[in-house]
């Protein structure tokens, strides 16, 4: 186990998989919130279009996306993020991730608008408030206080479906190094809990601390 963990990059690979973490949670809040308006915009053709990315998003596996990415995005149509083949297959990544999450980070976030009683915002129209400065100074921020658990489930599972970037990545995230170390020294359960020992550091103090957040804020409410 020690020529291992000096033969291999093993912190190297687990930063790689928080940075793909952190950028593609922002990218995922960023686009499932404009989602969540617009499922709830009085606008039909909005909502429309917002079920539509769920739906679709929702149903289709990610390492679909992460194939269709490189073979259709970056190869076939050269829309390519960066000269770099390995960069570019990164940064393909952190918009998979980003553009998945997003669909269940938008149904969190409307399942929090949906918890919000209807006076407030009927009481928010009554004053002059247009939709989006209600779903601004009124709604949106009591949703977010009411998704929190679903957010931070979310967030869990998008930490651990960053394995699933090896497919185009190879071996620069956690998962990619598994599968070449356990092609060059062959299977062994010290090395596989040593990778499943690193997820668990990455997820654990998140849930922990998701679910004081949201006892604590439950209680205010």
């Given at each position: 186990?020690g020529?291992?963990?000096?033969?291999?990059?093993?912190?190297?690979?687990?930063?790689?998989?928080?940075?793909?973490?952190?950028?593609?949670?922002?990218?995922?809040?960023?686009?499932?919130?404009?989602?969540?308006?617009?499922?709830?915009?009085?606008?039909?053709?909005?909502?429309?279009?917002?079920?539509?990315?769920?739906?679709?998003?929702?149903?289709?596996p990610?390492?679909?996306?992460?194939?269709?990415?490189?073979?259709?995005?970056?190869?076939i149509?050269?829309l390519?993020?960066?000269?770099?083949?390995a960069?570019?297959?990164?940064?393909?990544?952190?918009?998979?991730?980003?553009?998945?999450?997003?669909?269940?980070?938008?149904?969190?976030?409307?399942?929090?608008?949906?918890?919000?009683?209807?006076g407030?915002?009927?009481?928010?129209?009554?004053?002059g408030?247009?939709?989006?400065?209600?779903m601004?100074?009124?709604l949106?921020?009591?949703?977010?206080?009411?998704?929190?658990?679903?957010?931070g489930?979310?967030?869990?599972?998008?930490?651990?479906?960053?394995?699933v970037?090896?497919?185009?990545?190879?071996?620069?995230?956690?998962?990619?190094?598994?599968?070449?170390?356990?092609?060059?020294?062959?299977?062994?359960?010290?090395?596989?809990?040593?990778?499943a020992?690193?997820?668990?550091?990455?997820?654990?103090?998140?849930?922990?601390a998701?679910?004081?957040?949201?006892?604590?804020?439950?209680?205010?409410?």
């Amino acid at each position: 186990m020690g020529d291992i963990i000096g033969n291999y990059d093993i912190l190297g690979a687990f930063w790689v998989t928080i940075q793909l973490s952190v950028l593609s949670a922002l990218g995922a809040l960023v686009v499932g919130t404009v989602l969540a308006v617009f499922r709830v915009s009085p606008v039909r053709v909005l909502r429309a279009l917002g079920a539509f990315y769920v739906n679709v998003l929702r149903n289709t596996p990610l390492t679909l996306l992460m194939v269709f990415s490189i073979l259709g995005m970056s190869i076939i149509l050269g829309l390519q993020l960066s000269e770099d083949q390995a960069r570019d297959s990164y940064w393909w990544a952190v918009i998979m991730l980003s553009v998945y999450h997003a669909a269940f980070v938008c149904e969190a976030i409307r399942s929090g608008v949906n918890t919000i009683p209807a006076g407030q915002a009927e009481a928010a129209r009554s004053i002059g408030l247009t939709f989006g400065q209600s779903m601004r100074e009124v709604l949106l921020p009591q949703a977010f206080r009411g998704a929190i658990a679903p957010l931070g489930s979310t967030l869990i599972a998008l930490i651990k479906n960053t394995t699933v970037a090896a497919v185009i990545l190879g071996t620069a995230e956690a998962a990619g190094l598994l599968a070449q170390i356990t092609e060059n020294e062959g299977a062994s359960l010290p090395t596989f809990f040593v990778f499943a020992l690193g997820f668990v550091v990455l997820t654990l103090p998140i849930g922990l601390a998701v679910t004081s957040l949201s006892r604590r804020l439950a209680v205010k409410r």
